[in-house]
């Protein structure tokens, strides 16, 4: 089976940087979709990036410019660097992956930008 999980956040200073990870384990990591999904308290779930095999795409306006979506194929990882972070980027990030027939999510992992 394939299983995800999320590390690298943490509480950080406006404008800090931080890179969050995803390893995936199990499965073709080079053949799927992967994706970051952000939440903040009373907001809906919702897309940040995604890498395919082929590009990667960063939605939001709001981060475009300051979020990057990469990923290791040997490593089956995922990441994604924050940079200038700022207090609206405060949310539990979650890694996702398109598996082509399933998609699985790992358990998030908090980002908290202090003002």
């Known amino acids: 089976q394939v299983q995800l999980v999320e590390s690298g956040g943490g509480l950080v200073q406006a404008g800090a940087s931080l890179t969050l990870s995803c390893v995936v384990s199990?499965?073709?990591?080079?053949?799927?979709?992967m994706n970051w999904y952000r939440q903040a308290p009373g907001r809906e779930r919702e897309p940040v990036a995604t890498?395919?095999?082929?590009?990667?795409?960063v939605y939001p306006d709001s981060v475009k410019g300051r979020f990057t979506i990469s990923r290791d194929n040997a490593k089956a990882m995922v990441y994604l660097q924050m940079n200038s972070l700022q207090p609206e980027d405060t949310a539990v990030y979650y890694c996702?992956?398109?598996?082509?027939?399933?998609?699985?999510w790992g358990q998030g992992t908090q980002v908290t930008v202090a003002s």
């Open positions: 996702n992956a398109n598996l082509g027939w399933d998609l699985l």
């Open positions: 199990g499965g073709t990591f080079s053949s799927y979709i």
């Open positions: 890498s395919t095999p082929d590009a990667n795409y």
